[in-house]
């Protein structure tokens, strides 16, 4: 058994570790492409979304380097991401690609089910060894995002344009060779460490933008056309609230462990949203709010094309930008986005960022849908 | 007469590449409006020949702004001092022209804008995502299937006796619908009447929604030529919409205005080429990188065989060698 999985941002970091650490075989595909997409697009539906077709992509370019096994996280949310791992055993099938679909998730059955697909990947290992393991590789999460904060901190304010991406990027392939999750941690305090030491700007105080929207292609570099980094080279800090070890523990540990939430975000959204609606529209609504609450000059959406969870609070935003006075821009992704019409809208942003902050606010603004 | 100081804006967009030299009074000395035919080096070649015979001799640019979606590429060959986005560009010519300008609706060759200002700035923005329905290139190619010159293309709409109603969705279903309706006996002036009312329809749908839309409006972008489109913003509004003098060059003219702002917070000398750089060959070679997954397609400006420029790359190792290149 060959096991791989999708990718979305530094997700394969995590199960890296995980995978590691438990000594199962495994094959990290090809970070995300054009190639990728072009695969996954050939072979999915057209009206699915992006993260459908790349995970498709992903797939099928592990199975020719030999993969056999898919391991993947469910949802079990009202978004269709939850059907998603059906979705995809049935269109390999189709193409006669045989792999095995394991989805791991915390099941409504309880932990009966969860460790019979957690002794699928594992066989005969001992349960305190797959405890120890899944810790571990939370805590690597939560690191990894850790390091992915402090790149976007320090991007903004750097002297060298384009420094902190060379010491992040070279860490995004470096962590491939890493052992175990003891040697990714190493290699994430040596690379902040080598952040940390980044000539900065100490007295700029850059504009902030919070990023909100659709988990998958807010998290995924690739799909969001490497926005953080954009940003960054404009001089603004992007923050985004929606990480990889947040939906581990939020989604899978607080559940299985029987934890309360951390609802904040639905607190915030109530006045809005008062209900959870599918994938991430109640987040996004409520960390607009949070954002604004913050002090932040901006929101960037982002979502991919036909996300229906999405496109509901697209529609909610405007009224969060009046009430609180914020301006939100929308971007919506696809396998058809112009990277062109992409950089426009995001370097008038900025401008308007700027702006408001040089003339202070005035009055209301109304929606930037952004198309 | 001793020689003023000039500044110069230039604006390659999909359909046409413009050019404008201003005065240190903001005044518009020249302008050009030229279709970039899908060749944007040739163009501005073009451009920046004939201002040089025209007024060459006569003025001294201290400033240089790039703005349109060929910014980029406007930047390396002039040498811009500046290049921005056409949002804010056009943003900051509107409100040259019109002080107090709080809606700007642009219509170019292939997108349409909506930007709303307040107390002098950006307040919203917008941009069509969607579909080019509406834009330049569809009414072109409308007047081209009609065998009716574009620059008479208004003045039928405002001979219109009825009102039909044209899908405006989509360019394609436009136009077939204009098709259908003319098949079915409806008069020219009628139907091109009614595709501008569909135009407009489908630009405060798409572009407009839910943002208030407050007088002062300029409308501009080489659409605001068509009087019929005017018309017909100015009945499904209710207001009243102001075509500045210059409404095809605004971008170029709002570029040449931030190149000037530019300047003068700045002491170095501008990286303006000169007219007499267009003797230069320049050409543009897309090359596929396959040293990561990233697959990027990198683009090399190439002057006179050196390369001048690269970019397209998510790395930075394109765009900086051509840099490391220009110094050594």
Known sequence: ?371 | MEKQWHYLGVDVGSVSTNLVIIDESDRVIEKLYLRTGGQPISAMREGLKMLSERVGSKVRIKGAGATGSGRQLAGVIIGADVVKNEITAHAVAAQKVVPGVKTILEIGGQDSKIIILRNGIVYDFAMNTVCAAGTGSFLDRQAARLNIPISEFGSYALKATSSVRIAGRCAVFAESDMIHKQQTGHSLEDIINGLCEALVRNYLNNLAKSKDIEEPIVFQGGVAANIGIAAAFERALGKKIIIPGYYDVMGAYGAALIAKEKMASSNSPSAFCGFQAIENEYRAKSIECHDCSNQCEVIEILSNGEPIARWGDRCGKWSELARNSEVG
Not at chain 1, 16 to 30: N, V
Not at chain 1, 37 to 59: D, R, S, V
Not at chain 1, 76 to 88: D, Q
Not at chain 1, 200 to 205: I, L, P
């Open chain 1, 1 to 371: 058994m060959k096991i791989t999985f999708p990718h979305m941002g530094n997700t394969y970091i995590c199960a890296k570790a995980l995978l590691d650490d438990l000594g199962i075989e495994y094959l990290i595909p090809p970070f995300n492409s054009k190639k990728t997409l072009e695969i996954g697009t050939k072979y999915a539906p057209e009206f699915a979304c992006l993260p459908l077709k790349i995970n498709l992509g992903n797939f099928l370019q592990a199975y020719e380097m030999g993969a056999d096994t898919i391991l993947i996280t469910g949802g079990c949310g009202p978004c269709r991401f939850g059907y998603y791992g059906e979705m995809h055993r049935e269109i390999l099938r189709d193409i006669g690609c045989e792999m095995d679909v394991i989805t791991l998730e915390w099941p409504d059955k309880g932990a009966g089910e969860f460790l019979h697909r957690i002794r699928k990947l594992t066989g005969k290992l001992n349960p305190y060894r797959i405890l120890k393991a899944v810790r571990e590789a939370a805590t690597t999460a939560m690191q990894a995002d850790d390091l992915e904060r402090l790149a976007n901190r320090v991007r903004p304010r750097e002297l060298q344009r384009g420094t902190t991406d060379r010491i992040y990027k070279a860490f995004l392939n470096l962590v491939k060779k890493a052992d175990g999750s003891a040697g990714i941690k190493k290699l994430i305090r040596d690379t902040a460490g080598e952040l940390l030491s980044i000539e900065t700007d100490m007295d700029f105080r850059p504009l902030r933008v919070g990023i909100v929207g659709e988990i998958y292609s807010t998290i995924d570099p690739y799909t969001n056309l490497n926005i953080s980094s954009r940003l960054g080279s404009m001089g603004i800090e992007a923050d985004r609230r929606v990480t990889v070890s947040g939906w581990i523990i939020e989604h899978m540990i607080k559940k299985a462990l029987r934890l309360p939430r951390d609802l904040s975000y639905a607190d915030a959204a109530k006045p809005y949203l008062g209900a959870m609606i599918g994938g991430h529209a109640q987040e996004t609504v409520g960390h607009t709010v949070m954002y604004a609450r913050d002090g932040y000059d901006g929101v960037i959406q982002i979502y991919p094309l036909t996300c229906m969870p999405e496109i509901v609070a697209q529609s909610i935003l405007p009224s969060v930008e009046k009430d609180f006075d914020i301006p939100v821009l929308t971007l919506i992704m696809d396998e058809m986005t112009g990277e062109a019409g992409y950089q426009t809208r995001l370097e008038a942003f900025g401008d308007l960022l700027k702006k408001r902050r040089e003339r202070g606010v005035y009055g209301k603004t109304v929606a930037l849908s952004g198309g």
